[in-house]
């Protein structure tokens, strides 16, 4: 694993992710290892000839450049920033570098709202700032429960079972938490066996479809084929059922009225 600081010259962006103003990425690389990575394009605006996965550039100069930017203003930020579009703002080296934490400082500071979208139960080391926040809500995705699937699909990310576990801790420090089910690859993420084990953790929770236009079908067939074989055809032929769809976010919709917690869609891909 290559890791190098780095200065950068921005790092509050305008977004245009559905619900979030801002988006902010401390690092460049994941070394998460989900074979369905999303966000592996960026690897050509990096200059790594490496593969996705296997560098990570540390912004070092993060937190003091945020700084600056938002002591400009002359009035707060006018929306949300989301951590993180394109990395995990909680991946190992986070540990050591503290880059999130610090930039949460900053954001707390200036009084942000703030989303957090992450694989990790690092997030846990970050309640003390979080609790502060006046509007904070924190997610963990996930694409299933079962912590030998997820092995399959995202190696180096936290089991499933740990990143619930870090839901219960938020929520019971009363930070608002969401589930992210992304992404939902039909006849193995189970959305009863989620809702089940989220029920009681989180206040919101969301599906995102496998996006089979996204960079990493080929590994997405090969966790697949290794962990489930007989189940590959099934789906993707289902991911590309829209009845399949639409019955799942009927049956979502009315898991999440009765159970009082928030629902956000399922979010699909054009085909
Ligand atoms: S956590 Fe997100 S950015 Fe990191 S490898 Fe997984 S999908 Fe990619």
């Known amino acids: 694993m290559a890791i190098r600081e780095i200065q950068v010259k921005s790092i509050l962006q305008r977004s245009g992710i559905p619900g979030a103003d801002y988006v902010i990425n401390p690092y460049t690389g994941c070394v998460h290892g ?9 690897r050509r605006f990096t200059g790594h000839a490496d ?9 070092s100069n993060a937190p003091e450049l945020l700084e600056r930017q938002l002591s400009r203003r002359k009035t707060p930020l006018d929306g949300s920033v989301f951590l993180s579009s394109v990395t995990d703002p909680y991946l190992p080296a986070e540990r050591k570098f503290q880059l999130t934490r610090r930039v949460l400082e900053v954001l707390l500071k200036h009084q942000a709202s703030i989303s957090i979208l992450t694989k990790s139960d690092l997030v846990t080391r970050d309640i003390d700032l979080l609790r502060e926040f006046r509007n904070c809500s924190v997610g963990l995705s996930m694409m299933t429960v079962d912590d030998a699937a997820a092995q399959q699909f995202e190696q180096y990310a936290a089991l499933p079972s ?14 608002r ?71 799942l976010e009927v049956h979502a919709r009315q898991c999440a009225a009765q159970a009082n917690i928030a629902f956000m869609g399922v979010f699909r891909h054009g085909r």
Request: charged share 20%; aromatic share 14%.
């Open 34 to 42: 989900c074979v369905y990575c999303y966000a592996r394009f960026m």
């Open 51 to 59: 593969a996705w996965g296997s560098f990570l550039d540390v912004k």
């Open 162 to 175: 740990r990143r619930i576990q870090a839901l219960q801790t938020l929520k019971a420090n009363n930070i």
């Open 177 to 247: 938490t969401y589930a992210f089910i992304s992404p939902y690859l039909p006849a193995i993420s189970d959305f009863d066996a989620l809702f089940e084990r989220l029920s009681g953790a989180v206040d919101e929770i969301g599906i995102e479809a496998l996006n089979t236009r996204g960079g990493g079908m080929g590994g997405v067939i090969d966790a697949l084929n290794a962990y489930a074989p007989h189940l590959t055809k099934q789906c993707f032929q289902l991911v590309r059922d829209d009845q399949y769809w639409d019955a």
